[in-house]
């Protein structure tokens, strides 16, 4: 594995609970959960990326999903979603080393983990993503609002690394890989020890 994302899974086993402290709490989280509920078709097939111990996403897709299929590279992370939101199906993967079926889900949603792989990673990203929605799925994420690359050393008590191009390049990313972007919102979020940090929220349709 890239140690860059060895940094992000070692990151999120040691902070699991601190973590779930701070998301499980998370307005902006919860208020683009309720974006995202409301885009689902009915009896949808959901892919969370970067899913944590499962809450509240997960648990609340369970509730409203056909069947949610949730990743993770953290095994910590992934053992707290299994006790949270059993019915979801779980990969405790890099996202980037996943392969689902062409066209297999309605939606997928990536809360804050686009920002931890490696930019140069993000176009095939994106375009994994669209190879596996339907036409006319629907992608909602959290992505960088500025260009950066590099390891935090204590971020919530351990080191992390992040990676994002500009909003610009991301946008220019997504249309590349076949998304029409429907919405796009730099939301400034309040972090443990980082007050405002901006992100670029966005809703994307397969085409």
């Given at each position: 594995?890239?140690e ?5 899974r070692?990151?999120?086993d040691?902070i ?5 402290a701070?998301?499980g709490a ?8 309720d ?6 078709s009915?009896n949808?097939?959901v ?9 509240p ?11 949610v ?8 992370q ?5 006790r ?10 890099d996202m980037?080393?996943?392969e689902?079926?062409?066209?297999g ?8 983990a ?13 375009a ?9 799925g ?9 260009a ?11 080191p ?14 997504l ?9 796009q919102?730099i939301t ?5 020890g ?9 809703v994307?349709?397969?085409?």
């Open positions: 594995m890239d860059r994302k060895k940094i992000v070692d990151a999120y040691e699991a609970d601190r973590y779930l701070w998301s998370s307005a902006v989280r919860a208020h683009y959960l974006k995202f509920l409301s885009l689902l009915d949808p097939k892919l969370e990326l970067g899913c944590g111990a499962g809450l996403v997960t648990k609340t897709l369970t509730d409203r999903a056909a069947h299929t949730a990743v993770d590279i953290s095994p910590r992934i053992a707290l979603a299994r949270h939101a059993p019915n979801a199906t779980y990969f405790c993967a980037m080393a996943l689902f079926p062409q066209a889900f309605d939606a997928v949603c990536a809360f804050y686009m920002t931890h792989l490696p930019r140069e990673e993000h176009s095939a990203m994106f994994h993503i669209a190879r596996w929605l339907k036409p006319g629907v992608f909602l994420a959290s992505l960088g609002a500025s950066t690359d590099g390891r935090t050393d204590d971020w919530l008590g351990a992390n690394y992040f990676s994002h191009p500009t909003p610009e390049e991301s946008l220019r990313l249309r590349a890989a076949g998304f029409a972007i429907e919405e919102e400034r979020q309040d972090l443990p980082e007050e405002g940090l901006p992100f670029l929220w966005i994307a349709r397969k085409l």
